[in-house]
């Protein structure tokens, strides 16, 4: 978001200087906490900029909480590749949790000196989208989520059987539900599927882009009638949020603004998103007529519960976050509170229009 991609290494006084600037800015739509998000890279790429992205308290005067990162990729099917660079994808990982290891460069040399560094808040990486279907992945998942790694399936060719496969070796949510993967189709329905999923398999939790770009509102109500538990908004922002229509970077590639949508330059693919996550809200009670309560828990209660933090994030009770947010009736956001502390939103200038 304004003008600042995560995936773009730089010296690290600049990286901290353009993170502070996001953290302070989402502010002003309601986020207290997120994951920042690494679209497929080389693994120097990924050892330079993760350690930036361990997760870190907010504050009013830092901005939202980092939770870790959600690195989407580079382990994906290159055939639903969507805004990802396709020389930096990872076809396989023959080696297991190894090969994550080396890519992502975890510090944990096992699984369980790997959790043993999540639980202390010294792991960068939160999520990981993975295909499963790719040589080695589906075995590689249950030491992903023992190493307390939520294990998300994306950019995926799976058909059901392995989609529901990757669930039970513990896959726990969808990336984008709908987009980077077949469509629905009834006799193999693939990673949509999981919807419908059979009552003795935990059915996963799912994101979905509320723009009303990449998912059609029609199928935006499908979904959340089929699992109206599991679902989750997303923004999928890229580093155009915020920024005036022009030519901007997702990674290394370049991308071209139109208005309220990206697309990779000189082409018809979707690159991201550069919408608000109250702005999702918004549009999913419009496109669900679900209640207030269950779009509010759509983007608090599901999240927090899908990273295991409920005990402090999403819910109000005692020694939870004091993180607070006041919308008004039209669900515009109105005041923000970090750790109990009020937030002077009209201070936070994200008014940024610069291009690159």
Known sequence: AFGVDFSVPSDPETYEKDLLLVNRGL????????CPTIVSSSASVYHKVLSHLKPRAGSAKTGATILGAHVEGPFINEARIGAHELKVLQ??????????????????????????????????????TCAPE????????????????????????????QAEEAVQKGATFITHLFNAMPQFHHRDPGVIGLLGSRFDL?????????????????????????????V??????????????GNYQLGNMNVTKEEDRVYIEGTDTLAGSVITLDACIRNFIQFT?????????????????????????G?????????????????????VFVAGEEVDLDAIDVQVTEKF
């Open 91 to 128: 076809a396989s990982a023959k080696n297991g949790y190894a090969d994550f290891k080396d890519v992502y460069g975890f510090e944990g040399e096992t699984p369980e000196a790997q959790y043993k560094l999540t639980q202390e808040n010294q792991n960068s990486v939160k999520i990981i």
């Open 289 to 313: 007529s679900c209640s207030l309560i269950e779009a509010l828990e759509a983007v608090t209660l599901h999240p927090a519960v899908l990273l295991g933090i409920q005990e402090t994030k």
């Open 315 to 335: 819910v109000i009770k005692p020694g939870a976050d004091a993180d607070l947010v006041f919308l008004s009736d039209d669900l515009f956001v109105k005041r």
């Open 134 to 161: 790719l040589d080695g992945i589906m075995d590689s998942i249950p030491d992903l989520a023992k190493a307390g790694i939520t294990v998300s399936v994306g950019h995926s060719m799976a058909n059901i059987s």
């Open 202 to 230: 935990p059915r996963p939790y799912y994101g979905l882009i509320c723009d009303g770009i990449h998912v059609h509102p029609n199928s935006v109500k499908i979904a959340y009638d089929s699992h109206p538990e599991g």
């Open 27 to 34: 502010l002003k739509y309601g986020t207290t906490s997120y």
């Open 232 to 245: 989750i908004l997303v923004t999928d922002a890229m580093s155009a949020m915020g920024l005036a229509p």
